[in-house]
């Protein structure tokens, strides 16, 4: 959907074009609405609040609205005997999906792919005591968890990293109009991103940006409409 559509949907549903009812909404004020609209929907997507109840690739529709999304990065890090640490995650990190690691050990020369399952950051201490659940390089698998936007990996004294890659689902690219403020950096804009997503899930964002943006004036009659129309669609 190009960029001159999606206003035009927008102000349709809002301002009544034909009547010029209703408030006037200033172009950067709808690419903001969209942007926190594509933001409210990857999360009600991924955490399954939405009408079926389904999360992330919890069927085929929600593994390919979401695919665009999972984006694989390495990870630079620094090692101790106890676990590897990693440098900031990416700044385009959204939500976790998996770790893919592969080590080698004194033993065995070969790299060998870890099992990495995320942990609490209460549960650290239990985890390292449990002979259970405690990195095995014996049995494949570890555990990591996250936090002060870094990721912690736990291991045995001797492996060392072959490779060390974060899953994860980025930001979706925010919306600019062409002559329009942007709002990161104040500017007026002279390029024009469009929306990523495919035109359906589009038409879904631009009914959650009209309910924001009804919201915003009190106008409940667009807002329960709007709102109503993304939650049977979703």
């Not at 594509?38 to 695919?67: A, C, F, P």
Request: glycine share 4%.
């Amino acid at each position: 959907m190009n960029n001159t559509v999606l206003q035009l949907k927008i102000k349709e549903r809002l301002n009544k074009l034909a009547s010029l009812d209703y408030d006037n909404f200033e172009c950067w004020q709808i690419a903001e609405a969209f942007n926190k609209a594509q933001i409210e929907w990857v999360r009600t997507q991924v955490h399954g609040h939405n009408t079926y109840k389904e999360g992330d690739e919890s069927s085929r529709l929600m593994i390919d609205d979401l695919q665009l999304l999972i984006k694989e990065s390495p990870l630079t890090y620094t090692s101790t005997d106890e676990y590897f640490e990693t440098e900031l995650i990416p700044a385009d990190y959204l939500y976790y999906k998996r770790f893919d690691l592969k080590v080698i050990a004194n033993c065995c020369p070969t790299p060998a792919l870890m099992l990495v399952y995320l942990a609490e950051q209460a549960n650290v201490n239990n985890l390292l005591t449990d002979s259970f659940r405690n990195p095995s390089y014996k049995w494949g698998e570890t555990f990591a968890v996250l936090g002060a936007n870094r990721a912690r990996v736990f291991k045995e004294a001797d492996w060392q990293v072959d490779t060390l890659n974060l899953v994860y689902y980025r930001k979706p690219r925010e919306v600019v109009f062409t002559g329009c403020v942007n709002l990161n950096t104040g500017a007026v804009s002279a390029v024009d991103v469009t929306c990523e997503f495919k035109d359906d899930i589009a038409e879904l964002i631009v009914e959650g940006a009209c309910a924001i943006l009804a919201g915003d004036i009190e106008s409940m009659n667009q807002y329960q409409r709007a709102a109503s129309n993304l939650q049977r669609n979703n």
